[in-house]
C-alpha cells in the first residue's frame, strides 16, 4: 500500500497544483457581443491562486476593469451583477449588461498651417471613426496616429496637436471629436554626404542620388536612396541618416555611410529538378572591379543532358539601379530528347527602364551552333540576331508576393544579306498573374506565346525552335516531349508555341500551400494543331530562397505521351 500510495503521490500534487492556478474571475457578456467579451476577459487578465476572503475584496477591482473594457468599445452604462459560484475553487462570475452604446455625433478634424495646402498631408482620412458610429476609443487614437505619423513622413516634425478632444455624455450616449493639428513649417533635404569604407568613386555614388538638395522631406525618398544603395551589390553596410536634430534652418543634410563589400565571391550548389535530373551549378563574381563599378563574373551549369559556361562583362549606365550595358560569351551543350546541340555565343546587351516602368533590354548577339536532330545529318549554322525586349513586374514582395503580374515580350530577327545563314524572326511573349483573396485563397495564371516566321524552316536552329513539356510548361508531360514529330516520331521542334496554365492554392500552415492545377499547351506547326492538356496538385513550401513546387501531374492525352509524373521545382511565382 505504501508503494502505492508513493506512485499516485505525483499525480495527486499535478492534480492539486492544476486547480489552485485555475481562473478564478469568469465573464459572461449578455446577448451576442464577441468583441466585448474578449475585450472584457483581456482586461480582467489571470485571476488565480485567491482564497475566498481575498477574491471578495479583489470584485471591485474586476467590476471596474470590466467597464473599462466595455467603454473602450463605446458602452458607458453597463449592468454588471456577481455571483460566487459553489465549487471546489472559489470562483466570480460577472454577467454584463451592456446597454446601448455611445455613438458618435459629429467628427472635426483641423489642419493649420503649410500641410493644409500639402495634397499629400490628407488626401483621405482613415474611414473610422465616422459619424453615427459606435465610439471606439482604438479608431478614435489610430485617427491620432494617423495625423502624426503622416506629419512625420512628409517632413513636418515641428507639428503639434493645439487640440484634442474626445468628449462623452454617456446620458445622451453621444460622443463628439475635434482634432487640431498645427503642422509648423516643413523640413528640406540639403546635401547628401558620403562617408565610411568604399573604393567606388563619386561620380558613381551620385548617380544614385536622385534627391536634390532644397527639395521637400520626404521619408520615402530617404528610404529609396538606402534601399538603391543596398541592392547595388557593391555595399555590405548602407546607413542613410536624415535626422531632423542636425537641421539648420530648417533644412536636414543626408549623410551616407558606406562600407564596401569583399570584391570577389565564389559560391556553388547543387540541386534537382525533374526536368534536367540532378545538377551542379558554380558561380564566380568580382562585384567591383575600379572606382566606376564596372562587375564581371562566369557561371557553369552541370546536369546529365546539359552542361554550360558562361561569362559576362558589365558596365553601370545613369541612373545604375536600372541601367547597364552587359557584354557575354557562352557555350551551352545539349542532349535532350532527339536534339543533340552544341551552341556558341558572343552578345551585347543595353538595358535601360523607360519612363513609363517598362524595362527595355536592346541586343545584338551572334550565335554559331552545330547541330543533329533524330540522329540525322549535323547542321552548322551561324546567326546574327539583333533583338528587342521589353518587361513589367509588379510585385508586392520579391520572393514571394502575394499580387502582381509580369509581362515580357521579345523580339529576335537574323537575315542572310546580314552575317546570317538564315532569314529567321522570331517572338516571344509571357504572361503571368497572381491574386490573393482572403489571405488564404491564392489564383496564378500564365499564358505563352513564340512564333518564328522563316522561309527556310530547316536552317533554324533547335535552340530557335520551340518545345513544350515539363515543370515549367506542361506538366504531366517529359521536359520539351511535346511538339512536331518527323517520319520517324522524333520531336524536331515547332514552328509555335502556345501554353496556358491556371493554378489554385490554399495556405494550410504559415509556409505551406496545397494546389490544384491544370494546364493547355503544345510546341506546333500550325496554330490550330492539337493541344495537350495536363492537371494535378500539388504542394507549396515558401523557403527562405523562395517557393519550393511539388506536383503530381496526369498529362490527360495519351497519344502525346501524357501520363502520371512528379514536378519538382522552385523559384517565385512571377
Known sequence: MPGKFRSLLPALLWLIASVGHAQQVEVEVLGDYPDLQANAEAFIGKVEGRSEQRLRRYIPTAERQVMDALRALGYYQPEIEWEMLEAELPTVLLRVTPGAPVRIRSVSVTINGPADDDPAFLPVLPEKPAVGDVLNHGHYDALRQTIRNRALRLGYFDGQFATRRLAVDPDQRMADIELVFDSGERYRLGEVQFRGDTQIGEPLLRQFVTLTPGEEYHADKVAALNSDLSNSGYFREVLVDANPADAQQGVIPVKVRLRVRDPRSVSTGIGFSTDVGPRFRGTWREHWINEMGHRRGAETELSGPRQSLSTWYELPLDPPMTDLIRLSAGY?????????????????????????????????????????????????????????????????????????????????????????????????????????????????????????ATNSFDDVPPSLRFFAGGDQSVRGYGYETLSPQDSDGSQVGGRYLLVGSLEYQYSLFKKW???????????????????????????????????????????????????????FSMGPEL
Do not use: C
Not at 558572343?346 to 533524330?374: A, K, V
Not at 515580357?408 to 529567321?424: E, K, M, N, P
Open 332 to 452: 551551352q551543350r545539349e542532349d535532350i530528347e532527339d536534339v543533340e546541340s552544341e551552341r556558341l555565343t558572343l552578345g551585347q546587351q543595353w538595358q535601360h527602364e523607360l519612363d513609363n516602368g517598362w524595362l527595355q533590354i536592346l541586343s545584338m548577339r551572334w550565335e554559331g551552333e552545330r547541330f543533329n536532330i533524330s540522329h540525322g545529318r549535323t547542321v552548322t549554322s551561324s546567326l546574327f540576331l539583333p533583338g528587342a525586349g521589353y518587361s513589367k513586374l509588379r510585385a508586392d514582395s520579391p520572393l514571394d508576393p502575394s499580387r502582381g503580374y509580369r509581362l515580357q515580350f521579345d523580339v529576335t530577327g537574323a537575315h542572310r544579306a546580314a552575317l546570317s545563314d538564315a532569314d529567321i524572326l522570331h517572338v516571344g511573349v509571357l504572361l503571368k498573374g497572381l491574386i490573393t483573396v482572403a489571405d488564404k485563397h491564392r489564383f496564378l495564371g500564365r499564358f505563352q506565346f513564340g512564333g518564328v
Open 513 to 567: 500551400r496545397a494546389a490544384v492545377f491544370y494546364d493547355r499547351g503544345n510546341a506546333i506547326d500550325e496554330v490550330f494543331d492539337p493541344l495537350a492538356s495536363g492537371a494535378g496538385i500539388g504542394v507549396r513550401w515558401v523557403s527562405p530562397v523562395g517557393p519550393l513546387r511539388l506536383d503530381i501531374a496526369k498529362g490527360l492525352d495519351p497519344e502525346f505521351g501524357g501520363e502520371w509524373r512528379v514536378h
